[in-house]
């Protein structure tokens, strides 16, 4: 059985940092393409960054680069969001994904639960 699991959320003051860990289970991890997307309250789903399978490429939303960093341990099956310089905008609830390349694009066929992360004073 396939399972993602995310943990770190929190809240955190603006400007502070948190790293979410999302533990994948039930499949191969290393041969998956990972993403982190988030919602915010009252808002649709947005994309947040994706890692390759290796971990050799990354790729951030416009509203996080510079500032998050997608990462993966493939020996630990876990994949890590790094988050710094944290704004209240940034306050969502933040899902990890596995991507699954099909010929003309790419679907989401597994996600996990969330985890929050606020950001207020």
């Known amino acids: 059985e396939v399972q993602l699991v995310e943990s770190g959320g929190g809240l955190v003051q603006p400007g502070g940092s948190l790293r979410l860990s999302c533990a994948a289970s039930?499949?191969?991890?290393?041969?998956?393409?990972m993403t982190w997307f988030r919602q915010a309250p009252g808002k649709g789903l947005e994309w947040v960054s994706t890692?390759?399978?290796?971990?050799?490429?990354?790729y951030y939303a416009d509203s996080v680069k510079g500032r998050f960093t997608i990462s993966r341990d493939n020996a630990k099956n876990t994949l890590y969001l790094q988050m710094n310089s944290l704004k209240p905008e940034d306050t969502a609830l933040y899902y990890c994904?596995?991507?699954?390349?099909?010929?003309?694009?790419?679907?989401?066929?597994?996600w996990g639960q969330g985890t929050q992360v606020t950001v207020s004073s």
């Open positions: 994904a596995r991507e699954y390349v099909i010929v003309d694009g790419c679907v989401y066929d597994y």
């Open positions: 039930g499949f191969t991890f290393s041969r998956y393409y």
């Open positions: 890692i390759t399978s290796g971990g050799g490429s990354t």
